[in-house]
Every structure is written in C-alpha cells, then in structure tokens.
C-alpha cells in the first residue's frame, strides 16, 4: 500500500526540523527524535545517525504493526511516538529531545507550574512530569500515553521532553516554547523555591483564548 503522505517533501521536513533542534540548542547529536503521522504508519528519524548526514531515503516509514523497511533502523524511541498520536488525536508531528533546561526540572521531578501564562500552550496549568522507565519500553510508551491524553507536552523523568502537534512547525515551535519555560522556572528556583503562580482560573482563561484565535504559526 502506498502512502500519501510518505513524500520527499515530508521526509526533508523532518530532517530540517532535526537540524533546526540542534542548531538552536535544543538538543544534542543524535538524541532527539522527530515523526509525522502517516496513513499507514509513521515516519521518524533513523536511530544513530547525525541529522546532518541524513539524506531523505534515511528516514524510516515504520508502519501500525511495527514493521519497517529491510536493513533500516527506526529511532528506539519510535514506540512512544506511535503511543503520542494514540493520546493526542489530533497531532500530527511528534518532537522529542533532551533539552537542558527541561530535562534538568524532569530529573527533579518538578513540573512547570503556572509561573507564566504562556503555560497554557502544553494544554493546562503545568507542564507535568510522567515517572521513568527505559527507554524504547513498552513501559515507556504506556507512561507518554497517558501523559499526553491531557496535555499536548510533557517532562519524561531523566529523560527530557516530548511536543506534540498538528503540524510539525508547529510541535517544534511547542518544544521551544517548553524550553523557554523550562529556563525561566530554573532561573526562579535560583531565587526561590515557590515562584508566585498564576490560578487556576486565569489559566483557564488563557486556555479559552488560544482555542478562539488560535496560535500562529512560525515559519
Ligand atoms: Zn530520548
């Protein structure tokens, strides 16, 4: 069966996105993993190779049953992506690194809380923190499953992060925006350790908002 949305384009997307992550500063070498949703399955990011070695025909197609080309290596990680888009329907690229400041606050076991309104963007009032298991463990996917049933990003305890969206620009756009919270909330635990949050009505509000206008997206 063909996919449709297993193009040339869709595969370069994910490769840029993975350059633009290491660029920024969001991630390191090849320890972040990228996928889009596809009809038959999805596509992400090979395991151990550099995203600035990556050539389009590297990216694997890893289909509903698990199944992928001969001779290719999907990224370890690909069962949590699979168990992402179970929990967030709507997404349609999923965005997973270890950023610093992030996975600092999710080895502390400490969510983001609502120091900043822009909280909102992962869907409610924190940015939670979902406990650890190995990595590309079946454990693993159960604990992102739930995780993201009600959030659209989530800390992995000694791990890092995951950004979900319907879009891919839009899931990376999310993973910086957790970051940029993330850094915030550690330079706040410099000074204190219980920043002023805003409550919980506020946040709804907030959430009310980006729902009736919507979030633009950055190119
Ligand atoms: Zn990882």
């Not at 320890?31 to 949703?37: A, E, T």
């Not at 992402?84 to 076991?109: E, G, W």
């Amino acid at each position: 069966m063909t996919d449709r949305m297993d193009t040339r384009q869709n595969r370069q997307s994910i490769i840029d996105a993975g350059l633009e992550m290491n660029a920024t500063g969001l991630n390191q070498g090849t320890s972040g993993n990228i996928s889009l949703r596809c009809e038959t399955g999805i596509l992400i990011t090979p395991s151990g190779i550099a995203y600035d070695k990556l050539v389009p025909e590297d990216i694997v197609l890893v289909r509903e049953d698990g199944s992928c080309p001969d001779e290719q290596v999907p990224s370890s990680e690909w069962k949590f992506h699979f168990a992402a888009y179970r929990a967030q329907k709507t997404a349609n690229a999923v965005v997973h690194n270890h950023a610093l400041n992030a996975t600092t606050l999710a080895i502390l076991n400490r969510p983001i809380p609502a120091i900043h309104y822009m909280v909102a963007v992962g869907g409610g009032n924190d940015i939670p923190v979902i406990d650890y298991a190995t990595y590309g463990t079946g454990a693993l996917s159960d604990l992102v499953h739930e995780g993201l049933i009600e959030r659209k990003a989530i800390l992995m305890r000694h791990h890092g992060m995951i950004a979900t969206g319907p879009t891919l620009a839009k899931a990376m756009w999310l993973a910086g925006e957790v970051e940029a919270l993330a850094t915030l909330y550690v330079n706040l635990l410099q000074i204190t350790d219980t920043p002023p949050c805003l409550p919980d009505d506020e946040i709804d509000r907030v959430l009310k908002k980006f729902e009736s206008y919507g979030l633009r997206e950055k190119a």
